[in-house]
């Protein structure tokens, strides 16, 4: 980058006065500058690594998600479990503060907090019911293991051979020869 000029605002009617910046190479004093000798080689090599590293850097790499995304009901229930817990949280916070203080409001804020308490905890088995009863019926998918699959392919295919070499002995008998083919 190098030294750039700036013109400052003028002060007490001041032509305006360039000044210098010192550019990223030499942030320290003592670095030493580009025209030292004895620093020469060792600018180089940071003005080369400088111009081999990227200019641009993403802040994040996307990577794969590791489950799938929970259904929209699922999620509904439990968005609204996660703040029915975190008022009841407050609200005990509330009550216990408040009664260290002896203030009035202690006994209301206990019994709403047990009333809350009822309601974290059906909050939290509505996000196990609602996710029970959306996987029984859209998540499950009956389908065999691909082990169960290829036996059972296996076993096909071993019943199809049977009924073809038993049409062909069949075949072979009627005709009346002695169990072999006249031509090949």
Known sequence: MGTVERHEAPTDGDETQPT???GPEA??????AYGDAAGAGE???????AQDQP????????EPAR???????VRTAAVRAVLIIAVTLVQAMVAFLCTLAGSWLAFPMVLSSVASTVAAT?????????RQVWNQRNGVVSAPSSTARALRRERRRARRQARTAERTQERIRRRGGAGQLSHP
């Open 55 to 62: 200019r641009y850097r993403p802040l994040w790499i996307e």
């Open 20 to 22: 210098a910046r010192r």
């Open 27 to 32: 942030p320290d004093r003592d670095i030493p």
């Open 122 to 130: 059906w909050g939290a088995l509505d996000v196990w019911v609602t």
């Open 67 to 73: 489950r799938r995304r929970m259904p929209d009901p």
């Open 43 to 49: 600018q180089a090599a940071v003005r080369e690594q």
